[in-house]
């Protein structure tokens, strides 16, 4: 079943590339409405292929495939209180991004669930939630030419969050 649902991802991407190329790449204003969908496209067949790949390797070769030990596998928690805290947060995160900007807003989130809700080290949190905040809205404002939220607050606006 595995290899079925890769295929269909890989399908689902080469249709998404294919539809986008009668769309325009860009405009005037920056990307327009083909750039995420050919993107998407792209990143699906590549990931989709990946997969199809693995899957297939780990039939052709049954020992390659092996599993964690017990200590190694993490089960996700579906509590009650981390959806809560989830769906808080994603409330949180848009109430925040006119008055606090995108940058600041998404580095408090990214913190908050990769370190609380994901368990994960301090290093690795910080890494992530840097480049998830700052070096994505770079990206877009930059390089994409797309504005994301800055700070309405004089101080944050000022040091350029």
Known sequence: MPLVVAAL???????AFIGSRSLGY?????PGPGFFPLWLGVLLVVLGLVWFGQE??????????SKP???????????????LAILVSLCVLAACLVPVGYQVSMLVFLLFHLLVIGRRGLL???????????GV????????TVPLPVSS???LRDLGL
């Open 69 to 83: 030990a017990a200590d190694e596998e993490e089960t996700p928690d579906y509590s009650l209180p981390s959806v």
């Open 56 to 65: 297939l390797r780990a039939r052709l070769r049954p020992g390659l495939a």
């Open 153 to 155: 607050i004089p101080i």
């Open 9 to 15: 991802v890989v399908a689902i991407g080469a249709a």
């Open 26 to 30: 860009w405009d005037d204003l920056g």
């Open 124 to 134: 690795q949190s910080l890494v992530i939630a840097v480049v998830g905040s700052f």
């Open 137 to 144: 809205f770079y990206a877009f404002t930059r390089l994409l």
